[in-house]
């Protein structure tokens, strides 16, 4: 993907953060449905590029609620994955952040962690949000994992919540603060 041509929104070290192209929709259809992501985030439907699609238009819609960006890897050259703040909510300052690494070979390689890094510091800095949360399944440990690298702190656990591979599991809700983000980041 030619640096002039590519839409970069946020520049990474490793990764750039990209809008979303509607003409890859086939690819984010794959890893939405892949049968080991879709588990964690509970996708228990099939997506089709089609309903992407429409998802996608209807988040273009003001005022955006949702905001999503490919992420693009410098070194191999492609998209591997997408990041989202979904529920931004404008009056209490506070969004929900959601990562998904599309390319599962590639777990485990701290591309998770960069891509919520930028993240964080485009919601605190650029759309002036003041709490950050996330969410994740207990037996998520990757994901787990990750937020705890990010620095967000467990906040409320929903017991047996979610219907996850044939059993309920808790549901663990993380968040931070613009205070606290600030204290490592600035
Ligand atoms: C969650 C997800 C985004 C993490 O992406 P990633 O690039 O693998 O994340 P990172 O490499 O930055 O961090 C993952 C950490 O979890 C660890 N980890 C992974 N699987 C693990 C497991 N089964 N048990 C314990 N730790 C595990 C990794 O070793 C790494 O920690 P480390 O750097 O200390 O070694 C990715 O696994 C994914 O896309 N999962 C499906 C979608 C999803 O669950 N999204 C979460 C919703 S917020």
């Not at 939405?32 to 996708?43: E, F, G, I």
């Not at 929900?96 to 890094?117: F, H, P, Q, R």
Request: aromatic share 10%; glycine share 4%; hydrophobic share 40%.
């Amino acid at each position: 993907m030619e640096k002039n041509t590519r839409l970069t929104f946020i520049e990474g070290e490793r990764i750039e953060l990209l809008p979303i192209n509607p003409e890859n929709v086939k690819v984010h259809a794959r890893w939405v449905n892949d049968p080991k992501a879709r588990l964690y985030t509970r996708n228990v439907f099939p997506v089709s590029p089609e309903d992407l699609k429409k998802r996608l238009e209807q988040t273009q819609e003001p005022p955006k609620r949702d905001i999503f960006f490919e992420i693009y890897h410098k070194e191999l050259d492609k998209i591997v994955g997408f990041v989202e703040f979904h529920y931004i909510n404008y009056i209490n300052h506070a969004a929900d952040l959601g990562v998904l690494i599309g390319e599962k070979e590639l777990w485990g390689n701290n591309l998770g962690t960069d891509a919520a890094k930028l993240m964080m510091k485009y919601g605190f800095e650029e759309l002036n949000l003041v709490k950050i949360t996330a969410i994740a399944l207990r037996p998520n440990k990757g994901a787990c994992r990750m937020i705890e690298k990010i620095r967000m702190k467990l906040e409320l656990v929903m017991k047996n919540q979610a219907y996850f591979d044939g059993e309920y599991v808790d549901e663990l809700k993380f968040c931070i603060f613009r205070e606290e983000w600030e204290k490592t980041n600035k």
